[in-house]
């Protein structure tokens, strides 16, 4: 399973650092990515991160987020920096492994002054 850690209220400008650990039976992990769904929208990708470290990242986040991981502890980071308004959702990881797609419970980020 995954645990999602790191959300909180932040005002505008700020930063926040999201984890996710991977723990049990979860099979050996390739991608893991965040997604965020703010109320009222659809889930969308924010950012992704290869075993081998290759990221991409959706357009709104770029310069501004920084997804990493530490593969020896199935740990994937989230480093958020100048952080607007429209950032505020649940932010979700997943990780794909060889027993399929796995999802975290996910963090509510809320950016407001």
């Known amino acids: 399973q995954l645990q999602a850690s790191g959300g909180g209220l932040v005002q505008p400008g700020g930063s926040l650092r999201l984890s996710c650990a991977a723990s049990g039976s979860i099979g050996s992990i390739n991608g893991m990515g965040w997604y965020r769904q703010a109320p009222g929208k659809q889930r969308e990708l924010v950012a992704f991160i290869t075993r081998e470290g290759r990221t991409t990242y959706a357009v709104p986040m770029k310069g501004r987020f920084t997804i990493s991981r530490d593969n020896a502890k199935n740990t994937l980071y989230l480093q958020m920096n100048s952080l607007k308004p429209e950032d505020t959702a649940r932010y979700y990881c997943?990780?794909?492994?060889?027993?399929?797609?796995?999802w975290g419970q996910g963090t509510l980020v809320t950016v407001s002054s």
């Open positions: 997943n990780a794909i492994s060889t027993f399929g797609t796995v």
